[in-house]
């Protein structure tokens, strides 16, 4: 099995910028989920979907965020305009009803933002 | 509500002696637990779960946990560490839902 798929896996990019993070969960699992990870606040969780259908986005942090999950195979993480405090590891991951609620994260995607 | 608590932000051990990494949790249900590890630059790998079966789990790497309700405890432990154990590992618990919490981390140094 593939894994969980992330990309950009680096990017760095200016203040204000619109930044679009991409996930491929592991085919067959229902749930996918978004978290971030920063030094001073741990690892986060921004918000998940289960069978496409956003369930729970109280973690994401303001309205800069925004998340889509248009089918079963791929999601975006969009931050539109980014800021320097938004720069942190986004990692994706996903799970099925039957996993017994483990969780595979993907490689992460490194965000950094001037 | 749930929570977790790893006891040590870091745990520094020479190669071959024995790794403790302790853990306690807060759950108003039945909890499942977890470990992952996280390598530098890398995601998060699952080591090991518990989902209500025997108490003493066994992971990859020689890695295993013993879930101890009376203590709401979960420690993680190796009898000889290696130098590719140098990572940070993570403590997490779900209520049975998908919604996990996470511990703060526990960094490993292997030294040789």
């Known amino acids: 099995d593939a894994g969980v798929i992330q990309s950009p896996r680096h990017e760095v990019t200016e203040m204000g910028q619109e930044v679009t993070l991409r996930c491929k969960p592991i085919?067959?699992?229902?749930?996918l989920f978004w978290y971030r990870q920063t030094m001073m606040r741990g690892l986060e969780l921004l918000i998940y979907?289960?069978?496409?259908?956003?369930?729970?986005d109280s973690g994401m942090p303001e309205d800069r965020f925004s998340a889509k999950m248009p089918n079963a195979s791929f999601s975006t993480l969009k931050i539109q305009p980014s800021e320097p405090r938004d720069s942190a590891v986004y990692f994706c991951?996903?799970?099925?009803?039957?996993?017994?609620?483990?969780?595979?994260f993907g490689e992460g995607s490194w965000l950094t933002v001037v | 509500a749930q929570s977790v608590t790893q006891l040590d932000s870091h745990v520094s051990v020479s190669e071959g002696t024995p790794v403790l990494l302790r853990c306690n949790y807060s759950?108003?249900?039945?909890?499942?637990l977890f470990w992952y590890v996280q390598h530098p630059n890398k995601g998060l790998q699952l080591l090991l779960k518990?989902?209500?079966?025997?108490?003493l789990v066994k992971g990859i790497n020689g890695f295993e946990a013993e879930f101890k309700k009376s203590e709401t405890s979960f420690h993680l432990t190796k009898p000889s560490a290696h130098m590719s154990d140098a990572a940070e590992y993570f403590c997490?618990?779900?209520?049975?839902?998908?919604?996990?919490?996470f511990g703060g981390g526990t960094r490993v140094l292997v030294k040789p």
């Open positions: 991951a996903s799970s099925w009803v039957g996993g017994g609620n483990t969780i595979y």
């Open positions: 997490v618990v779900s209520d049975g839902s998908n919604k996990l919490t």
């Open positions: 518990y989902t209500s079966a025997a108490t």
């Open positions: 759950s108003s249900y039945s909890p499942s």
């Open positions: 979907f289960n069978n496409n259908v956003p369930i729970d």
């Open positions: 085919s067959g699992h229902d749930y």
